[in-house]
């Protein structure tokens, strides 16, 4: 199937090169059309009907948010890709909250918007097969086995409203009287890999782990495997029965004779979660929550593993928004050590398994770009291009999927605090020993023409770090302290001297006698005339 994009971004030149990267990618997508802002996007829409949308967030007129907005009220279905610049990160998070399956920052990287674009084309997929459950009649469901059961799991998991009666009268066709229920997720680890190979080589695997998944579990009547049309990289397979004892041996040798055979035959990296029992229909979704929760102990233990709900660790007392207010303020204050350690609690608690369990998946995405906003911002401040060395997927999120351990992703993290703080200070000096040196440098050329951009690059740090410092360690900025400094100065000129006051104001820095006098009464509450007037008052009275 062709799938049809539309592009809508105000600069002509990202529009073409967005074209030029699914031609030279050789990515079979029908361009309906380019819109230069929100408003012409939506009038194209109408027309063209296009199955997914790769939108700017910030265009004249009307902008990428506004457009999501739109275009949700008239076609639910339409898939977006949002681009965004490091500067519209705080836009990126809203555009999650709004649903969208992926977003890129500029400059756009080849590798990041291939695989935003096959999630596309998978979504779209899954999404035409969730809707077909969902608008089928009770009597119109297929005979196959596997897919009679597909459908009607997903409709109890996933339908919204679900009606109770007509979901046990399905049941009961399908001749499930037992009283008790298990599930396992089969989370597929390699294709999160797959994505960025390309949707063939993602089917190929996903048909093949199906397959093999029912030719060992197809001499068990009660146990059934199906897609689950939330996730693409997973399959759900439920086993009812009405002996525990019965069901649990039989049920963790089938998932053990799966994995091994699935790993070591196909080399392919599967990872298992299995619920705890239980009864009725009417607690699937709990059951479901329960496998999800065994799944994701991936993220602290590893991939390729089989987890069981019954043997896991809860975590309590999960405080990440506070976490970040903190996180948010120890970047603000430069606090090196304390960042790190911040840090490090956020990440290990975002991606606990309990908190993923929680959450859905574009909340936690949501929570991860909060922290990386704040490491934005830092950088900004610290005058440290990312770009320079981060790849757009680590400040997106997408690295998420890349790494096996919770360890490694936290190893990552740090280090890229590390480097911006190493790219925006010395290496070898704290904050108060630059201040001190600085701050002696002053005391002695303050008649100097000095600048923070001249000093802070004799220093080798940012004029914004070196601006923050100044406030941290002595309480004023660059310029009120050279300012308090001259001006100290300038009244011991006057008191102790006869020099005229235009030589004063030349000698201690000031190019301009009238900015002299501003300053000076700003910082003594007279002019330099009253001033000098008073001390030889006070000294012959």
């Known amino acids: 199937m062709l799938y049809k994009v539309i592009i809508v971004d105000d600069e002509v030149l990202v529009r073409k090169g967005i074209i030029s990267k699914f031609n030279n990618n050789n990515i079979d997508i029908e361009i309906l059309g380019e819109a230069r802002n929100g408003l012409e996007a939506l ?20 902008g990428g948010i506004e457009l ?51 999630r596309v084309i998978i979504n779209i997929e899954n999404k035409n097969r969730h809707d077909d459950i969902f608008t089928k009649k009770q009597g119109s469901i297929c005979k196959n086995r596997f897919y009679n059961m597909e459908q009607i799991i997903n409709y109890v998991l996933f339908s919204q409203g679900t009606d109770t009666i007509n979901v046990n009268e399905l049941w009961k066709n399908e ?28 089917k190929k695997n996903r048909d093949l782990i199906k397959q093999k998944t029912i030719d060992i579990i197809k001499k ?73 929760l065994a799944l994701n102990q991936r993220y602290k233990y590893g991939y390729g593993r089989i987890y069981f709900y019954n043997k896991i660790n809860k975590i309590k007392n999960i405080r990440i928004n506070q976490l970040i207010h903190s996180l948010a303020a120890c970047l603000e ?53 990312l770009v320079e060395f981060v790849r757009s997927e680590i400040i997106s999120g997408e ?27 010395p290496v070898g000096f704290d904050s108060k020993s630059i201040i001190q040196l600085i701050r002696r440098d002053l005391d002695k050329n303050y008649n100097q023409d000095l600048t923070l951009d001249i000093v802070s690059r004799k220093y080798g740090i940012s004029a914004k770090y070196c601006s923050a410092l100044f406030k941290k360690e002595i309480g004023m900025n660059f310029i009120e302290y050279i300012n308090h400094i001259r001006i100290k ?30 300053i000076f009464k700003r910082e003594t509450g007279i002019t330099p005339i009253e001033y000098r007037n008073n001390k030889r008052r006070h000294l012959n009275p």
């Open 43 to 62: 009038k194209l829409i109408s027309k063209r009907e296009p199955d997914f949308i790769i939108a700017d967030i910030k265009m004249p007129i009307m």
């Open 68 to 118: 999501i907005r739109k275009v949700r009220e008239n076609y639910p279905a339409v898939e977006f890709i949002i681009i965004s610049g490091y500067a519209e990160f705080e836009f990126a998070r809203e555009a999650i909250l709004l649903g969208v399956t992926d977003y890129i920052l500029k400059p756009i990287d080849d590798e990041v918007f291939i695989t935003a674009i096959n």
């Open 175 to 202: 001749e499930l009287k037992h009283n008790l229920f298990l599930m396992a997720i089969v989370h597929i680890d390699t294709m999160e890999i797959d994505c960025y190979k390309g949707y063939e080589n993602y």
């Open 220 to 292: 068990e009547s009660s146990i059934y495997i199906c897609e689950n049309y939330e996730d693409n990289t997973e399959f759900l397979i439920i086993y009812s029965g009405d002996d525990k004892t019965c069901m649990y041996e039989t049920f963790d040798k089938l998932l053990i004779n799966l994995h091994r055979s699935i790993t070591e035959i196909e080399k392919i990296s599967i990872t298992i979660g299995k619920s705890d029992f239980v009864e009725d229909i009417k607690n699937f979704a709990l059951m479901y929550r329960q496998a999800t």
């Open 333 to 385: 204050q430069n606090d090196f050590k304390k960042i790190k350690i911040c840090a490090k609690e956020i990440i290990e608690q975002i991606f606990s398994p309990d908190y993923l369990a929680v959450l859905s998946k574009d909340e936690i995405k949501l929570l991860y770009s909060q922290v990386m906003n704040e490491i934005v911002k830092f950088s900004t401040r610290m005058e440290v291009e």
């Open 399 to 425: 690295v998420i999927r890349r790494f096996n351990k919770n360890d490694e992703f936290i190893e990552m993290f740090i280090k890229l605090l590390t480097d911006i703080i190493e790219k925006g200070i």
């Open 489 to 518: 100065e300038s009244r011991s000129m006057l008191e102790d001297t006869e020099i005229d006051i235009s030589n004063i104001t030349h000698s201690i820095g000031y190019n301009n006698i009238n900015y002299f006098y501003k």
